[in-house]
């Protein structure tokens, strides 16, 4: 199934640092015992990630959001 892309510019940008700043959240609660905000975190993680790589989001395309053609 290929999806038309609806992520771009700083959206993309922005993506990509809270891919990493929630990968770093979840190692920290991993490492003091805290797994279950560790698996929220690393969830988030890997959905802001495959945002940034694929260049689609599900909840931009139901709310009608394209920000592909944005700087």
């Keep these: 199934m290929v999806f038309e892309?609806?992520?771009g510019g700083k959206d993309r940008l922005t993506r990509a640092v809270l891919?990493?700043?929630f990968?770093?959240?979840t190692?920290?609660?991993v490492r003091s015992g805290k797994r279950l905000r560790g698996l929220i975190a690393g969830t988030v993680a890997i959905g802001f990630a495959l945002n940034v790589?694929?260049?689609f989001c599900n909840v931009n395309r139901v709310l009608g959001i394209d920000t592909t053609n944005s700087e």
């Design 5 to 7: 892309s609806n992520v």
């Design 19 to 21: 891919a990493v700043v």
């Design 23 to 25: 990968a770093l959240v």
């Design 27 to 29: 190692l920290k609660a």
């Design 53 to 55: 790589v694929t260049c």
